[in-house]
């Protein structure tokens, strides 16, 4: 029996040793292959009683909300990725430390925190992204920021930067930047559109397709920022060129003055078609130049903010002036945190108005004399006619009472004649013995 074991044993060997070989080559394939998968936390903006931005029907909350379901199912369609969001439904409101902490207990690779934009007086438009002041958190940030801005400009949106905040205790300034920093998570926050400006109305106020259409650009952004492939979408971006930004020093601070340089120099003036092209002189040492407006009246109404060419200093700008005005012409200058300066006023005394309009005022005088004198004309032979038939009734009148003065002398002769043959009649009656 002894014998025979051992027999069975030796014959078992090969399979145990080639079980064993498999076992190993398994094991050691395993770090090569079971990469560890990409944990992304999406947060969308507000939530509860914080409805954030509200303009018209639209209310901030259910549009970060909308972004970010689509962003996430877009996400989903890419390999060796997780995604959460920090909450499912609108209604959920949690603080910004709630926020980083879900992040920090996912053990997030990257949380994006999206939002939509309102500003006073309602004169912005365009969309930034905010990222850390700090080290690393900084350079991950401007990294994945600048795939983000270049993908929302071509959407065709208006790009204002991408920038950092600090606060009176040198902290990021928002609070979700900062938590999320305190607790090791690369965290950035998109602003993607204005609710109260027109230009960038268009991109959100068709329908529902256009908030999930931001989620996809988002997601694409982060795919590339990853380097992620998708067998799905049949996209691989293994060799996506992302942005290489050096982890800064010192903190990263914002710009805090106005731009430097805000200059107006008139070009040309034809008064004739009362056409002024200025010359915009701008630039910001620390920042950049974001929009400039103009104002014709020294600087009380200015017209819309316009895009400054972002690597331009100057920019040449046509005016049609309004004629039979003294102008004022002055431009105000946006870096790219909003701070103003405006620039040097240029006088142009009143012009004539141009030749269409002059034209015109001339032919509506003429059609004006026209009829005036047509006016008169036939008010003239009304009056002539209407005299002419007074001419006439007094002739009539006149006769009719020559008519009537002639038959009372008729009447009066006839009454007197009576008289006087009654009273011979009477005289002859008294003597008849005669
Ligand atoms: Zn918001």
């Known amino acids: 029996m002894k014998f025979c074991d051992y027999i069975l044993k030796i014959k078992k060997l090969p399979v145990v040793l080639l079980a064993t070989f498999f076992v190993l080559l398994y094991v050691f394939s395993l770090p090569v292959n079971a990469e560890r998968e990409i944990v992304i936390v999406i947060d969308p903006g507000h939530g509860g009683d914080n409805m954030g931005a509200m303009h018209n029907d639209f209310i901030e909350k259910y549009m970060n909300l909308t972004v970010a379901n689509a962003m996430r199912e877009e996400l989903e369609k890419y390999e060796g990725i997780v995604v959460y969001l920090t909450h499912e439904d609108a209604e959920t409101n ?79 300034y928002y609070g979700i930047i900062r938590e999320s920093r305190a607790l090791d998570i690369d965290t950035i926050l998109i602003e993607y559109a204005h609710l109260d400006h027109i230009n960038d109305q268009e991109f959100y106020t068709l329908g529902d397709f256009q908030l999930e259409e931001f989620g996809r650009v988002t997601a694409t952004a982060v795919a590339q920022f990853f380097r992620l492939r998708s067998d799905i979408l049949n996209i691989d971006f293994s060799d996506f060129p992302v942005p290489e930004v050096e982890a800064p020093t010192e903190i990263v601070r914002p710009d805090l003055t106005p731009p430097d340089v805000s200059h107006l120099e008139l070009v040309s003036l034809d008064i004739e078609k009362r056409e002024a092209v200025f010359k915009l002189i701008a630039e910001d040492y620390d920042s950049f130049i974001l929009y400039y407006a103009i104002c014709l009246d020294g600087g009380r109404n200015f017209g819309t903010l316009q895009p400054f060419p972002r690597t331009e200093t100057e920019v040449l700008i046509t005016l049609d002036l309004p004629a039979e005005r003294n102008l004022r012409v002055v431009a105000q200058v946006f870096n ?35 009829s005036l004198a047509e006016l008169t004309q036939e008010l003239t032979e009304r009056q002539e006619q209407i005299y002419k038939r007074l001419e006439t009734y007094q002739i009539i009148l006149i006769t009719i009472a020559i008519l009537m003065i002639l038959v009372i002398v008729i009447i009066i002769s006839r009454i007197t004649l009576l008289l006087k043959v009654r009273r011979h009649a009477r005289i002859e009656d008294k003597s008849p013995e005669s």
């Not at 053990?107 to 990222?131: K, Q, R, T």
């Not at 300066?341 to 004399?369: F, Y």
Request: overall charge negative.
């Open 94 to 172: 949690l603080t910004l430390k709630q926020r980083a902490e879900f992040a920090a207990s996912k053990n997030a690779d990257f949380m994006f925190c999206l939002h939509f934009n309102m500003s006073e007086g309602g004169i912005l438009y365009g969309a930034e992204v905010w990222v850390s002041a700090f080290d690393i958190f900084y350079a991950k940030g401007h990294s994945f920021g600048q795939i983000m801005m270049q993908a929302l400009e071509e959407m065709g949106l208006f790009n204002r930067g991408i920038k950092t905040r600090i606060n009176n205790r040198d902290e990021d």
């Open 336 to 370: 790219a945190y909003d701070r103003i300066t405006p620039s040097n006023i240029i006088s142009i005394a009143a012009l004539p108005p141009d030749k269409v309009v002059e034209d015109i005022l001339e032919e509506l005088e003429e059609i004006i004399e026209i």
